[in-house]
T-cell receptor, first 113, second 111 residues
Framework: GAVVSQHPSRVICKSGTSVKIECRSL??????MFWYRQFPKQSLMLMAT?????????EQGVEKDKFLINHASLTLSTLTVTSAHPEDSSFYIC?????????FGSGTRLTVV | GESVGLHLPTLSVQEGDNSIINCAYSNSASDYFIWYKQESGKGPQFIIDIRSNMDKRQGQRVTVLLNKTVKHLSLQIAATQPGDSAVYFCAELSGYSTLTFGKGTMLLVSP
């Protein structure tokens, strides 16, 4: 079946630094990938749609200069949280269309201290 | 019983009971629905899906029912097991757009 690999699974960074999260489709090509954010005991909120070879589409209220998305190949999308602040601490999850419906990565727990 | 927590409603059942998790969706144009299971610290895992031209679909121990008239979706889990404890989300899709997730329900199964 379709597998989406997300790395790292958890990261702690200092306030003001940047963090990159990778999302790879392992056995299929994904022209479109999606990035979600999830706070504790809440649902997944779509942040942006990542399109291979073109600019990402951001949801309303998501700062594109803060959450940089790059989808340079058909199997890799990256999300960079720039100048991270404690309020950016969250669970970030990527997904891609593949297999049955949409396949999700295992998530990245970001803690900004 | 079912209770509403700080953000996430919770359904508590005994092992062996049948569980029913409900979801109200918002977009009458949605034509594809998916149920996901999310364990703590992990990404959502596909359980079962249904298209809008169906009102029922069965999998192994799970059944999804779709009522388009009232925009309601339910997930039934037969003979619930402790390993079924997780948060369950319904998600809807209209056309070729993005998935929109419901609020989620936490299922707690006690032995």
């Amino acid at each position: 079946g379709a597998v989406v690999s997300q790395h790292p699974s958890r990261v702690i960074c200092k306030s003001g630094t940047s963090v990159k999260i990778e999302c790879r489709s392992l056995d299929f090509q994904a022209t479109t990938m999606f990035w979600y954010r999830q706070f504790p005991k809440q649902s997944l909120m779509l942040m942006a749609t990542s399109n291979e070879g073109s600019k990402a589409t951001y949801e309303q209220g998501v700062e594109k200069d803060k959450f940089l998305i790059n989808h340079a190949s058909l199997t890799l999308s990256t999300l960079t949280v720039t100048s991270a602040h404690p309020e950016d601490s969250s669970f970030y999850i990527c997904s891609a269309r593949g297999g049955v419906g949409y396949t999700f990565g295992s998530g990245t727990r970001l803690t900004v201290v | 019983g079912e209770s509403v927590g700080l953000h996430l409603p919770t359904l508590s059942v005994q092992e062996g009971d049948n569980s029913i998790i409900n979801c109200a969706y918002s977009n009458s144009a949605s034509d594809y629905f998916i149920w996901y299971k999310q364990e703590s610290g992990k990404g959502p895992q596909f359980i079962i899906d249904i298209r809008s031209n169906m009102d029922k679909r069965q999998g192994q121990r799970v059944t999804v029912l779709l009522n388009k008239t009232v925009k309601h979706l339910s997930l039934q889990i037969a003979a619930t097991q402790p390993g079924d404890s997780a948060v369950y989300f319904c998600a809807e899709l209209s056309g070729y757009s993005t998935l929109t997730f419901g609020k989620g329900t936490m299922l707690l199964v006690s032995p």
